[in-house]
């Protein structure tokens, strides 16, 4: 295609959707047991077995030449222009990366900062890959990408507070208070950051205010929905079967996982529903 989709991988995008639309993801980086390494990397159950151990876990940007070699990548393949699309600047340097690799490549570059992270950047890089193969310029897919995003809602419930302690989202005492009277926090990215949303006491109703707040936002509008989770559960199908039952207007609906470097922060029992209005 003459216009290049790039995307990283918080995107949490699954390999058969970048491969049929011929998105490019970089990989962001995880420090844990001695090892540092592309996220891709790192087997799902041994991070959560580290994470539940109360081990360090860290994470990183790419390096800037990791997105590098993708660019030229893209060129030698015969792209003349790059869109590459990426979690909010407020929660990774990643945009950050990409620019300073975007300023060695013969060839148009453009770096969007997503405001957001997960499958609302997910679903904007797919519509933007989609605009791409029909033919549209960079600053076309960037719009409809952008419209995507601002359209979007990201919705986590979360096991417990102790990961985003850890993560320093949120005060000791406020940990241990919520862990000792089972408050589950419903939270969203709010102005490129994680931020609060609901705060429910237990789990079943942690989750069944999670469902209502993604029925709330679908309304009556057409949309995409994804559903992750950190390892499968039967949590994640009833989800979808409850969301098929109570949105008439559903577009898609698709089960992913949560990559783990956002699992690093937010913890192993994450469970997320995204919905992406259909644009």
């Known amino acids: 295609m003459p216009v290049a989709v790039i995307t990283d991988s918080t995107a949490c995008l699954p390999e058969q959707l ?33 994470l539940r151990a109360g081990k360090s876990v860290a994470t990183a940007p790419p390096d800037p030449g990791a997105f590098f070699w993708s660019f030229q990548d893209a060129v030698s393949a015969g792209a003349d222009a790059i869109v590459s699309f990426h979690i909010s600047r407020r929660l990774s340097a990643t945009a ?12 148009p570059v453009h770096v969007v900062d997503s405001a957001t992270t997960g499958m609302s950047l997910g679903f904007a890089v797919l519509s933007a890959a ?76 942690a989750l069944d205010k999670l469902l209502d707040l993604a029925v709330q936002h679908a309304g009556e509008q057409e949309v995409d929905i994804a559903v992750s989770g950190v390892t499968p559960s039967a949590r994640e199908m009833t989800l979808v ?38 644009q």
């Open 96 to 107: 950050d990366a990409a620019r300073e690799a975007a300023r060695q490549v013969r060839v």
């Open 241 to 278: 079967q409850q969301l098929r039952n109570r949105i008439p207007t559903l577009n898609d609906i698709m089960l992913t996982h949560i990559g783990t470097a956002l699992t690093a922060h937010v913890g192993p029992g994450t469970l997320g529903i995204t919905v992406a209005p259909v």
């Open 18 to 50: 970048t491969a049929q639309w011929g998105i490019t993801v970089v990989q962001l980086q995880i420090q844990a047991n001695g090892q540092i390494d592309d996220e891709s990397r790192f087997d799902r159950a041994e991070l959560v077995k580290t």
């Open 130 to 205: 989609r605009a791409a193969a029909a033919g549209a310029g960079p600053q076309r897919i960037m719009e409809i990408a952008r419209r995507r995003c601002l359209a979007s809602k990201e919705f986590f419930y979360v096991d417990t507070l102790e990961y985003l302690r850890r993560g320093g989202r949120i005060g000791t005492a406020t940990a241990l208070l919520g862990n000792a009277f089972s408050i589950k926090p419903i939270l969203t990215v709010q102005d490129g950051e994680i931020a609060p949303l609901a705060k429910v006491r237990g789990s079943q109703r």
